[in-house]
């Protein structure tokens, strides 16, 4: 994830953070440091709600809704802190057609 070469884990959690008390889906992100295992980041948001996300070309592939319906898919990568929006497949459709972009 992070360039490092070392293999990481991106794990998808539904849950209130620091920072976004509402429970929502999270992306946490955590590698392998000194044969333990440590937080690289803990993230609160990328750029819309998350419904689901996969790891793809090095980017984070996400399907994403804006909660009233509309749902697009947004590509990420790391930027040494947190995730970076990278570009947008598709944005402001519907669910059936956000889909198709999302899918490998």
Not at 32 to 46: H, N, T
Not at 76 to 91: A, P, V
Request: aromatic share 12%; net charge positive.
């Amino acid at each position: 994830m992070d360039g490092d070469g070392n293999l990481d884990a991106l794990v998808g959690v539904i849950k209130k953070t620091r920072f976004h008390q509402e429970e929502g889906r999270r992306i946490f992100i955590f590698k392998r440091v000194d044969e333990k295992i440590r937080p690289l980041w803990l993230g609160s948001r990328l750029g819309a709600i998350l419904v689901d996300f996969y790891f793809i070309n090095g980017c984070v592939r996400a399907l994403e809704t804006d909660g009233k319906g509309k749902h697009g898919v947004a590509e990420y990568r790391w930027n040494d802190f947190g995730m970076t929006f990278q570009r947008c497949l598709i944005k402001n459709t519907d669910l059936k057609t956000a889909s198709k972009y999302y899918e490998l």
